[in-house]
């Protein structure tokens, strides 16, 4: 059943064009024009994100430092300077704004905004998606890519299918036949254990998808299931949300070598802590409940938590239950690969889950 409420929303999804390299290639004249990767570059770093040009030989975000040279041996590792990429990002919220107070962000680098209704009274999304991309543009070096549609679900796939610097409309007179042709791994929520589980099942488009019922989907994929069903015939409700809570703030570290002794990881922890206790001070955002990651060298995740009654916002408070929660582990690994810490049951509540990782 059509909703003409919905469908006559107008929704605009601004992802920036591989955020990270295209921050440290703008700040570096000579990282132009060359194959990047932002994150580290040691057998156990990650990447990132990668530039353009280092996108041509395969190498894309979240890929092992070692994969990411076998791909690409030219390849120049960067740092990542989360405090700078922090800036540009309330920069770029800063742009926003002066559109629509509807703004939904997902992380650093993108956001859902509604511009139904709009601060500078433009009916037609097209054209103010490209008044966005253009302030963004001359204010901050960068690109982006739009897309624009009725809903959350069709704008995001659409600001992903003319990368770099794109802008891409989906009418809701275009929607059903577009979401029809699509192939189901670029559906938003489609993995690659989905994506398998899809394929045995002769799914590959979203006219495959379309021949399962409600309930044949909902039985093999559980609620998301249901989501499927539903947003293969573009019947996405969801509003842009201006405000997200976030359930919880944390770092972790991928080790350069797996760490056996006590000492040794008692020094990486405590460095841990420093950025941890930093990045709660600067969201000024503490919680009552306070997790310690591990991983061992089998890849095993274990995790102990700690609650107290009250915001737990002493460093010395934050250390001593660190210690507490890795003494409390000690014989369940044999040697560690990650430490993490994050905090939960937060104080106020923030626009996005975060997790940092350290490289």
Same mark, same amino acid.
């Given at each position: 059943?059509?909703?003409?409420?919905?469908?006559?929303?107008?929704i605009?999804?601004?992802?920036?064009?591989?955020?990270?390299?295209?921050?440290?290639?703008?700040?570096?004249?000579?990282?132009?024009?060359?194959?990047?990767?932002?994150?580290?570059?040691?057998?156990r770093?990650?990447? +990132? $994100?990668?530039?353009?040009?280092?996108?041509?030989?395969g190498?894309?975000s979240?890929?092992?430092?070692?994969?990411?040279?076998?791909?690409?041996?030219?390849?120049?590792?960067?740092?990542?300077?989360?405090?700078?990429?922090?800036?540009?990002?309330?920069?770029?919220?800063?742009?926003f704004?002066?559109?629509?107070?509807?703004?939904e962000?997902?992380?650093?680098?993108?956001?859902?905004?509604?511009?139904?209704?709009?601060?500078?009274?433009?009916?037609?999304?097209?054209?103010?998606?490209?008044?966005?991309?253009?302030d963004?543009?001359n204010?901050?070096?960068l690109s982006?890519s739009?897309g624009?549609?009725?809903?959350?679900f069709i704008?995001?796939?659409?600001?992903?299918?003319?990368?770099p610097?794109?802008?891409?409309?989906?009418?809701?007179?275009?929607?059903?036949?577009f979401?029809?042709q699509l192939?189901?791994?670029?559906?938003?929520?489609?993995?690659?254990?989905?994506?398998?589980?899809?394929?045995?099942?002769?799914?590959h488009?979203?006219?495959?998808l379309?021949?399962?019922s409600?309930?044949?989907?909902?039985?093999?994929?559980?609620?998301?299931g249901?989501?499927?069903?539903?947003?293969?015939?573009?019947?996405?409700?969801?509003?842009?949300?201006a405000?997200?809570?976030?359930?919880?703030?944390g770092?972790?570290? $991928?080790?350069?070598?797996?760490?056996?002794?006590?000492?040794?990881?008692?020094?990486?922890?405590?460095?841990?802590?420093?950025?941890?206790y930093?990045?709660?001070?600067?969201?000024?955002?503490f919680?009552?409940?306070i997790t310690?990651?591990?991983?061992?060298?089998?890849?095993?995740?274990i995790?102990?938590?700690?609650?107290?009654?009250?915001?737990?916002?002493?460093?010395?408070?934050?250390?001593?239950?660190?210690y507490?929660?890795?003494?409390?582990?000690?014989?369940?690994f044999?040697a560690?690969?990650?430490?993490?810490? +994050?905090?939960?049951?937060?104080?106020?509540?923030?626009?996005?889950d975060?997790?940092?990782?350290?490289f």
């Amino acid at each position: 059943m059509r909703n003409l409420q919905i469908e006559n929303r107008k929704i605009i999804h601004i992802d920036m064009d591989a955020f990270f390299a295209s921050v440290e290639q703008r700040d570096n004249p000579d990282l132009r024009g060359k194959p990047i990767a932002v994150g580290g570059g040691g057998k156990r770093g990650v990447t +990132t $994100t990668a530039s353009y040009e280092a996108r041509k030989f395969g190498v894309g975000s979240a890929m092992p430092g070692y994969k990411v040279r076998e791909l690409c041996p030219q390849i120049i590792f960067v740092p990542p300077r989360f405090e700078v990429y922090k800036e540009v990002s309330i920069k770029i919220r800063e742009i926003f704004a002066r559109y629509t107070d509807l703004i939904e962000p997902l992380s650093f680098d993108e956001a859902f905004l509604d511009v139904t209704e709009n601060k500078v009274n433009e009916p037609i999304a097209t054209d103010l998606a490209m008044r966005i991309k253009n302030d963004i543009k001359n204010e901050t070096q960068l690109s982006c890519s739009a897309g624009v549609s009725y809903c959350k679900f069709i704008a995001k796939i659409a600001s992903d299918m003319n990368k770099p610097d794109g802008l891409t409309v989906i009418k809701p007179s275009q929607a059903i036949v577009f979401l029809e042709q699509l192939e189901v791994k670029k559906f938003f929520g489609v993995g690659k254990v989905t994506e398998r589980k899809m394929e045995a099942m002769g799914i590959h488009t979203g006219a495959d998808l379309k021949k399962y019922s409600k309930l044949d989907l909902a039985q093999k994929f559980g609620k998301t299931g249901s989501f499927f069903y539903d947003i293969v015939r573009g019947i996405d409700n969801r509003p842009v949300k201006a405000e997200r809570v976030r359930k919880s703030l944390g770092i972790e570290q $991928t080790l350069e070598n797996d760490l056996e002794e006590h000492h040794e990881i008692i020094e990486v922890l405590d460095k841990i802590i420093e950025g941890f206790y930093a990045r709660l001070l600067k969201a000024d955002n503490f919680g009552r409940t306070i997790t310690l990651k591990l991983k061992n060298k089998d890849f095993k995740t274990i995790t102990r938590s700690r609650s107290e009654d009250y915001y737990i916002m002493q460093k010395d408070k934050i250390r001593e239950i660190a210690y507490q929660l890795l003494e409390q582990a000690f014989n369940d690994f044999d040697a560690l690969r990650l430490i993490g810490l +994050t905090a939960s049951k937060l104080q106020s509540e923030e626009e996005e889950d975060g997790q940092i990782s350290l490289f």
